[in-house]
Protein backbone atom coordinates (compact mmCIF):
# COMPACT_ATOMS: atom_id res chain seq x y z
CA UNK A 1 0.00 0.00 0.00
CA UNK A 2 1.04 3.62 -0.68
CA UNK A 3 -0.58 7.04 1.02
CA UNK A 4 0.16 10.55 0.42
CA UNK A 5 0.85 11.81 3.67
CA UNK A 6 2.86 15.37 3.44
CA UNK A 7 3.87 16.92 6.71
CA UNK A 8 3.35 20.72 7.32
CA UNK A 9 5.50 22.70 9.98
CA UNK A 10 3.91 25.35 11.67
CA UNK A 11 3.88 27.33 14.86
CA UNK A 12 0.20 27.65 14.19
CA UNK A 13 -1.25 24.23 15.32
CA UNK A 14 -4.66 25.62 16.74
CA UNK A 15 -5.38 27.46 14.04
CA UNK A 16 -4.09 24.49 11.39
CA UNK A 17 -7.01 22.08 12.98
CA UNK A 18 -9.72 24.79 13.06
CA UNK A 19 -9.82 25.27 8.94
CA UNK A 20 -8.63 21.43 8.21
CA UNK A 21 -11.54 20.29 10.13
CA UNK A 22 -13.75 22.90 8.98
CA UNK A 23 -12.66 21.66 5.45
CA UNK A 24 -14.02 18.38 6.35
CA UNK A 25 -10.81 16.35 7.82
CA UNK A 26 -11.09 14.36 10.73
CA UNK A 27 -8.41 13.97 13.31
CA UNK A 28 -6.86 10.63 13.78
CA UNK A 29 -4.31 11.03 15.46
CA UNK A 30 -3.23 13.77 18.48
CA UNK A 31 0.24 13.91 19.98
CA UNK A 32 0.20 17.68 21.24
CA UNK A 33 3.06 18.67 18.55
CA UNK A 34 1.85 15.76 15.87
CA UNK A 35 -1.19 15.96 14.76
CA UNK A 36 -3.17 13.54 11.81
CA UNK A 37 -5.90 14.67 9.52
CA UNK A 38 -7.71 11.82 7.47
CA UNK A 39 -9.38 13.17 4.35
CA UNK A 40 -12.14 10.90 2.47
CA UNK A 41 -8.85 9.82 0.30
CA UNK A 42 -5.21 10.47 1.75
CA UNK A 43 -3.61 11.59 5.02
CA UNK A 44 -1.57 15.35 6.09
CA UNK A 45 0.06 15.61 9.20
CA UNK A 46 0.84 18.89 11.00
CA UNK A 47 3.85 19.46 12.91
CA UNK A 48 4.83 21.99 15.78
CA UNK A 49 7.19 23.95 15.04
CA UNK A 50 8.48 27.26 16.46
CA UNK A 51 8.35 30.97 14.94
CA UNK A 52 11.51 30.80 13.05
CA UNK A 53 13.20 30.19 9.21
CA UNK A 54 11.43 26.54 9.09
CA UNK A 55 7.86 28.05 10.25
CA UNK A 56 5.44 27.34 7.67
CA UNK A 57 7.22 24.73 5.37
CA UNK A 58 5.87 21.71 4.00
CA UNK A 59 7.55 18.58 3.23
CA UNK A 60 6.70 15.55 0.75
CA UNK A 61 6.09 12.10 2.59
CA UNK A 62 3.95 9.16 1.74
CA UNK A 63 2.69 6.12 4.29
CA UNK A 64 3.48 2.53 3.52
CA UNK A 65 2.83 -0.77 5.25
CA UNK A 66 5.77 -2.93 4.35
CA UNK A 67 8.86 -0.47 4.52
CA UNK A 68 11.42 -2.84 3.52
CA UNK A 69 9.49 -3.97 0.27
CA UNK A 70 8.77 -0.65 -0.58
CA UNK A 71 12.55 0.08 -0.50
CA UNK A 72 13.59 -2.99 -2.38
CA UNK A 73 11.06 -2.41 -5.33
CA UNK A 74 11.80 1.60 -5.24
CA UNK A 75 15.60 0.54 -5.37
CA UNK A 76 14.60 -2.15 -8.14
CA UNK A 77 13.16 0.74 -10.19
CA UNK A 78 15.77 2.70 -10.53
CA UNK A 79 15.47 5.44 -7.09
CA UNK A 80 17.57 5.78 -4.12
CA UNK A 81 16.11 4.40 -1.08
CA UNK A 82 17.73 3.99 2.09
CA UNK A 83 16.30 3.07 5.81
CA UNK A 84 16.46 5.76 7.80
CA UNK A 85 15.67 6.32 11.71
CA UNK A 86 13.68 9.49 12.20
CA UNK A 87 12.49 10.53 15.80
CA UNK A 88 9.22 8.94 15.50
CA UNK A 89 10.80 5.15 14.07
CA UNK A 90 11.78 3.53 11.34
CA UNK A 91 11.51 5.01 8.27
CA UNK A 92 12.87 5.37 4.67
CA UNK A 93 14.40 8.17 2.89
CA UNK A 94 14.03 8.26 -0.76
CA UNK A 95 16.31 10.88 -2.36
CA UNK A 96 15.07 11.99 -6.33
CA UNK A 97 17.67 13.11 -8.40
CA UNK A 98 17.17 16.68 -8.73
CA UNK A 99 17.66 16.88 -5.08
CA UNK A 100 14.01 16.50 -3.26
CA UNK A 101 14.34 14.25 -0.34
CA UNK A 102 11.39 12.75 1.28
CA UNK A 103 10.49 10.07 3.94
CA UNK A 104 8.35 7.45 3.44
CA UNK A 105 6.94 6.05 6.61
CA UNK A 106 5.03 2.85 8.24
CA UNK A 107 1.70 3.40 7.81
CA UNK A 108 -0.49 4.16 11.14
CA UNK A 109 -2.63 1.81 11.82
CA UNK A 110 -3.54 2.67 15.41
CA UNK A 111 -5.24 5.36 13.52
CA UNK A 112 -8.81 6.27 14.84
CA UNK A 113 -11.85 5.40 12.32
CA UNK A 114 -13.08 9.06 10.60
CA UNK A 115 -16.06 10.30 9.13
CA UNK A 116 -13.88 12.84 6.66
CA UNK A 117 -15.61 14.45 3.80
CA UNK A 118 -15.31 11.43 1.50
CA UNK A 119 -15.67 13.97 -1.75
CA UNK A 120 -12.31 15.51 -0.34
CA UNK A 121 -8.69 14.41 -1.37
CA UNK A 122 -5.04 15.65 0.11
CA UNK A 123 -3.09 16.92 -3.31
CA UNK A 124 0.09 17.89 -2.33
CA UNK A 125 1.78 19.79 -5.28
CA UNK A 126 5.33 19.44 -5.66
CA UNK A 127 7.57 21.90 -7.97
CA UNK A 128 10.58 20.85 -9.17
CA UNK A 129 13.15 22.44 -11.53
CA UNK A 130 13.36 18.92 -13.62
CA UNK A 131 9.92 17.59 -13.97
CA UNK A 132 10.92 14.70 -16.05
CA UNK A 133 13.23 13.59 -13.14
CA UNK A 134 10.48 13.81 -10.36
CA UNK A 135 7.70 12.59 -12.08
CA UNK A 136 9.89 9.18 -12.69
CA UNK A 137 10.37 8.88 -9.02
CA UNK A 138 6.93 9.16 -8.09
CA UNK A 139 6.22 6.01 -10.83
CA UNK A 140 9.22 4.01 -8.98
CA UNK A 141 7.87 4.81 -5.64
CA UNK A 142 4.41 2.88 -6.66
CA UNK A 143 2.27 5.83 -7.70
CA UNK A 144 0.43 6.05 -11.12
CA UNK A 145 -0.09 8.63 -13.27
CA UNK A 146 -3.36 10.00 -13.65
CA UNK A 147 -5.07 10.69 -17.56
CA UNK A 148 -7.87 12.98 -18.53
CA UNK A 149 -8.82 10.46 -20.34
CA UNK A 150 -12.33 8.26 -19.84
CA UNK A 151 -13.09 4.88 -20.83
CA UNK A 152 -15.98 2.95 -20.98
CA UNK A 153 -17.19 4.84 -17.41
CA UNK A 154 -14.13 3.08 -15.45
CA UNK A 155 -10.94 4.10 -13.93
CA UNK A 156 -8.22 2.21 -14.34
CA UNK A 157 -4.58 2.32 -13.69
CA UNK A 158 -1.94 2.85 -16.35
CA UNK A 159 2.11 2.87 -16.84
CA UNK A 160 2.96 6.73 -17.63
CA UNK A 161 4.20 8.08 -21.10
CA UNK A 162 7.52 9.60 -20.55
CA UNK A 163 7.45 12.05 -23.02
CA UNK A 164 6.55 14.76 -20.93
CA UNK A 165 7.88 17.07 -23.57
CA UNK A 166 5.98 20.75 -23.33
CA UNK A 167 3.71 18.94 -20.42
CA UNK A 168 4.12 21.76 -17.58
CA UNK A 169 1.85 19.33 -14.31
CA UNK A 170 1.61 15.58 -13.96
CA UNK A 171 -1.27 14.03 -11.18
CA UNK A 172 -0.54 11.34 -10.08
CA UNK A 173 -2.26 9.05 -7.71
CA UNK A 174 -1.50 6.40 -5.23
CA UNK A 175 -3.29 3.05 -4.05
CA UNK A 176 -4.46 4.10 -0.53
CA UNK A 177 -5.46 7.72 -1.01
CA UNK A 178 -4.22 11.10 -2.17
CA UNK A 179 -2.68 12.65 -4.87
CA UNK A 180 0.28 14.30 -6.03
CA UNK A 181 0.73 17.29 -8.91
CA UNK A 182 4.25 17.75 -10.09
CA UNK A 183 4.69 20.43 -12.21
CA UNK A 184 8.09 22.51 -13.44
CA UNK A 185 9.06 25.35 -11.75
CA UNK A 186 11.66 28.44 -11.47
CA UNK A 187 12.47 27.09 -7.86
CA UNK A 188 11.51 23.77 -6.26
CA UNK A 189 9.08 23.22 -2.76
CA UNK A 190 6.18 21.43 -1.72
CA UNK A 191 2.51 22.68 -1.21
CA UNK A 192 -0.66 21.77 0.56
CA UNK A 193 -2.97 21.42 -1.50
CA UNK A 194 -6.35 19.20 -2.41
CA UNK A 195 -9.23 18.28 -4.40
CA UNK A 196 -12.70 18.48 -4.10
CA UNK A 197 -15.36 16.39 -5.95
CA UNK A 198 -18.63 17.69 -4.25
CA UNK A 199 -18.55 20.91 -5.47
CA UNK A 200 -16.89 24.32 -4.58
CA UNK A 201 -19.65 25.89 -3.78
CA UNK A 202 -20.72 23.40 -1.22
CA UNK A 203 -17.22 23.79 0.57
CA UNK A 204 -17.37 27.56 0.04
CA UNK A 205 -20.32 27.31 2.12
CA UNK A 206 -19.12 25.18 4.48
CA UNK A 207 -16.48 27.37 5.41
CA UNK A 208 -18.26 30.72 5.53
CA UNK A 209 -20.58 29.01 8.24
CA UNK A 210 -17.65 28.16 10.58
CA UNK A 211 -15.69 31.63 9.72
CA UNK A 212 -13.64 30.73 7.22
CA UNK A 213 -13.07 33.28 4.17
CA UNK A 214 -12.87 31.93 0.75
CA UNK A 215 -13.09 32.63 -3.18
CA UNK A 216 -13.26 30.82 -5.99
CA UNK A 217 -11.00 31.19 -9.10
CA UNK A 218 -9.28 29.77 -12.02
CA UNK A 219 -6.27 28.37 -12.37
CA UNK A 220 -3.30 28.35 -14.78
CA UNK A 221 -5.10 24.99 -16.40
CA UNK A 222 -8.33 26.89 -16.86
CA UNK A 223 -10.09 24.99 -13.84
CA UNK A 224 -11.70 26.23 -10.70
CA UNK A 225 -10.48 26.12 -7.55
CA UNK A 226 -11.22 27.66 -4.52
CA UNK A 227 -8.76 29.96 -2.66
CA UNK A 228 -8.42 29.66 1.48
CA UNK A 229 -6.16 31.55 3.04
CA UNK A 230 -3.39 30.05 4.44
CA UNK A 231 -3.06 30.70 8.52
CA UNK A 232 0.99 30.87 8.12
CA UNK A 233 0.20 33.67 6.04
CA UNK A 234 1.80 35.07 2.44
CA UNK A 235 5.23 35.25 4.49
CA UNK A 236 5.47 31.47 5.18
CA UNK A 237 8.42 29.79 4.59
CA UNK A 238 7.11 27.46 1.87
CA UNK A 239 5.82 30.82 -0.33
CA UNK A 240 4.33 28.13 -2.82
CA UNK A 241 0.60 28.80 -2.17
CA UNK A 242 0.80 32.45 -2.59
CA UNK A 243 -0.65 32.81 1.19
CA UNK A 244 -3.83 30.67 -0.23
CA UNK A 245 -4.32 26.80 0.11
CA UNK A 246 -6.19 25.48 -2.97
CA UNK A 247 -8.69 23.22 -3.17
CA UNK A 248 -9.00 22.36 -7.06
CA UNK A 249 -12.20 20.70 -8.82
CA UNK A 250 -12.22 17.72 -9.24
CA UNK A 251 -12.25 16.08 -13.00
CA UNK A 252 -13.07 13.04 -14.28
CA UNK A 253 -9.72 10.98 -14.46
CA UNK A 254 -8.12 7.60 -15.64
CA UNK A 255 -5.10 6.20 -13.51
Known amino acids: MLRVRPV ?6 H ?8 LGLAVTADYETWMEFDAGHGRLAVHAMPAGPD ?3 TSLGFEARDLEEFRR ?3 EAGTR ?4 SADHGGSVKVTSPEGTVFLVDRA ?4 EPHDADPSLTVAAVWTTTELPTAAKVLADIGARRRSPARTG ?12 TDVGRVDFATKNGGIITVQQGAAAGIAIGFEYDGGLEVLRDRLASAGFQSRLAEDDAG ?6 PDPDGSDSASGAGGGNIRIREATVHQV
Do not use: C
Not at 8 to 13: A, N, P
Not at 15 to 22: C, G, H, N, S
Not at 81 to 84: D, G, K, S, T, Y
Not at 153 to 164: H, I, K, V
Open 81 to 84: AEPF
Open 223 to 228: GRVLLV
Open 153 to 164: GQTEFSQADWDL
Open 15 to 22: EYKELLTA
Open 108 to 111: NEAA
Open 55 to 57: DGV
Open 8 to 13: HYTSRM
Open 73 to 75: RTE
